[in-house]
């Protein structure tokens, strides 16, 4: 049998030792603006219930949920439980569509393959019961409801890892990342947008990373959809809005054209993107466009109230934009939205959140507020490689390695390097007495900064060699006198 090579699935990677120190320099640097705002941190199941999962991001969004099928015997199960009662129910124009995808003469899974899809549909809560995390924030409503008793609210809680979705993998996106979100639940105060903002900007600041900070609200959505006279349209609109980046004005147009907008619908839609001026003043225009819409103006005023304590605790290093084409298409948004974008590369979202008064319900716990936002860190980790903004120290690796010419030498440093790992100095030895040309290349290889070289003299003396591997300076020192060194 022929040796199968080696590979991992198509959106999945591997990180090497230099990869994961700088992707812990950014999760340690989101941990660390967290824990200052107060937030605590959880962790919940890979995997949840389908049925948790289902319904909560929309259309689009439950295509992308990675489905686990059930274990045991499954095909035999399936197939005398369910499978053969169900096909003896189909009725005759569905097993026609059934026998023709399935016609190796006349194969047509070109024409019925989306009704192929549809009649199998019932048989999937047969087939798959689980399903891994599409992303964090469903997870940490199941969580809420299930802990209630045991929680304080408002109850600020962060949360640091993978999720899955079944997406097209490209640069910026793959099929298993990591996400840091940060959420509150049980309080509705603006204030708490504000901070989240706070967060992002922070975060974004300490990894000298320049962001813009987009800002809308779902109600102002409404009120846009209101102004058109198309609220029986309103997810077309937002599904269509929230494609802007990628395909523009014209190809929001059309989609919404295709949709049933009209000519002047969209014209009403297009005055709120053209608004120009500060923040404040587009929020202003906004609110005269609005007309008798009492949603769309709650959703204005929100977004001045978060603007306003912005302004109250100081100013920010990113920058503040009102935008009404930020739609972020899912569907438990009730409130502010808020994204974050890189200004000086080609990338999509760095980030984004936004408040779901709604989503504890979909548990049985109703009149729980919530609002958080969310890291793309494998994305932040492409813009900081692309701008070489990871700094040295996120690089750190064995701070010194002790080399030797024999088994005495080894003996002899043993105990010392231990010494040196007491005082929290990253400390290798070289496992085997080799030639010294193929240890120093080790050293060059891994980039340890300092080596200490053990021969019959130093240990002697005690006076140990201790190399400077960027400069190529050797000075005689004992091992206390080393220490001190790097510890300086």
Known sequence: MAKQKPSIPSGTRDFNPETVAKRRYIFETIRTVFEKYGYQPIETPSFENLSTLTGKYG??????????????????????????????????????????????????????????????????????????RYDLTVPFARYVVMHQNEITFPF??????????????????????????ADVVGSDSLILEMELVRIYDEVFSQLKLPVAIHLNNRKILSGIAEAMNATDKFVDITIAIDKFDKVGLQGVRQDLHNKGISESQMQVLEKFFSLTGTEIEKLEKAEGLMGDSEIGKLGILELKNVLNYLSLSGTTNSEIKIDFTLARGLNYYTGAIIEVKPVTVQMGSLGGGGRYDNLTGMFGLDGVSGVGISFGADRMYD????????????????????????????????????????ENISTELYPSAEKLKKQMKYANDKKI??????????????????????????????GDEIISELKK
């Open 59 to 132: 259309d689009e969004g439950d295509k992308l949920i990675f489905k686990i099928l059930n274990s045991g015997n499954l095909i035999a199960d399936v197939s005398s439980q369910f499978f053969i009662p169900f096909m003896r129910e189909l009725k005759d124009k569905d097993q026609e569509i059934i026998s023709s995808v399935f016609d190796s003469k006349n194969p047509r899974e070109n024409i019925y393959i989306e009704e192929f899809g549809e009649i199998f549909k019932p048989l999937l809560k047969h087939i798959s019961e689980r399903a891994l």
């Open 156 to 181: 600020r809680r962060y949360q640091i890892q993978p999720v899955w979705r079944a997406d097209r993998p490209q640069k910026g996106r793959y099929r298993e990342f990591w996400q840091c979100d």
């Open 383 to 422: 813009v900081l490689e692309d701008l070489k903004l990871f700094p040295e120290e996120s690089l750190k690796t064995t701070q010194v390695l002790f080399v030797c010419f024999d088994e005495k030498g080894i003996e002899f440093a043993l105990p010392l390097a231990q010494q040196f790992r007491k």
């Open 449 to 478: 900064p300092f080596v200490i070289v053990i021969g019959d003299e130093e240990m002697k003396s005690g006076k140990l060699a201790f190399k400077n591997m960027n400069s190529g300076e050797q000075r005689l020192l004992s």
